[in-house]
T-cell receptor, first 113, second 110 residues
Framework: EAQVTQNPRYLITVTGKKLTVTCSQN?????MSWYRQDPGLGLRQIYY???????DKGDVPEGYKVSRKEKRNFPLILESPSPNQTSLYFC????????????FGPGTRLTVT | GDSVTQMEGPVTLSEEAFLTINCTYT??????LFWYVQYPGEGLQLLLK?????DKGSNKGFEATYRKETTSFHLEKGSVQVSDSAVYFC?????????FGTGTRLTIIP
């Protein structure tokens, strides 16, 4: 089944404790991205990657890191999480870029206390 | 920059009612327009799209027409079902970037 998977689905952590949210797709997509969803703000893009070893900042990259060492994986790293990073996070992928249909993962609910 | 404005929700309708969710946009050039739907506990999925003026996107009984003169892409459905309860996002692709609206929560009551 074609899908985007994220882990974990739910995470509660404390300020400053490094964490990684994994994202994997099995569709051989070149483009992957991370969004955060907040009430009243819709989806805002954090980082995106056009292909392996190519990553770029989205609209709200501060406090986040990403890497794209393999085509299928695009982990999101929070080196020192803060409470303002409490949010619902989505990973997405598409064949070749943002103009194509985006396939979203199920989301990761992160709470930073 | 580009932006998308959706009608504020939540929207509550009875089953078989007519649905309209308004979406207007601001963009330079000729963006592509999308509607995505997010069912409870799931990620977003593409509902329909239109890539040029006067195009009509349609899927699962939903329709939206790309109106350049009014910069709008309103979502419509003639007869909604309980299973249509979800959050609906209007989005545009322009200037190499995908921009989402804030979402409209729709609840259909039997």
């Amino acid at each position: 089944e074609a899908q985007v998977t994220q882990n974990p689905r739910y995470l509660i952590t404390v300020t400053g404790k490094k964490l990684t949210v994994t994202c994997s797709q099995n569709m051989n997509h070149e483009y992957m991205s991370w969004y955060r969803q907040d009430p009243g703000l819709g989806l805002r893009q954090i980082y995106y990657s056009m292909n392996v070893e190519v990553t770029d900042k989205g609209d709200v990259p501060e406090g986040y890191k990403v890497s794209r060492k393999e085509k299928r994986n695009f982990p999101l790293i929070l080196e020192s999480p803060s409470p303002n990073q409490t949010s619902l996070y989505f990973c997405a992928s598409s064949i070749q870029g943002a103009s194509y249909e985006q396939y979203f993962g199920p989301g990761t609910r992160l709470t930073v206390t | 920059g580009d932006s998308v404005t959706q009608m504020e929700g939540p929207v509550t309708l009875s089953e078989e009612a007519f649905l309209t969710i308004n979406c207007t946009y601001t963009a330079t050039g000729y963006p592509s327009l999308f509607w995505y739907v997010q069912y409870p506990g799931e990620g977003l999925q593409l509902l329909l799209k239109a890539t040029k003026a006067d195009d009509k996107g349609s899927n699962k009984g939903f329709e939206a027409t790309y109106r350049k003169e009014t910069t709008s892409f309103h979502l419509e459905k003639g007869s909604v079902q309980v299973s249509d309860s979800a959050v609906y996002f209007c989005a545009l692709f322009g200037n190499e970037k995908l921009t989402f609206g804030t979402g409209t929560r729709l609840t259909i009551i039997p």
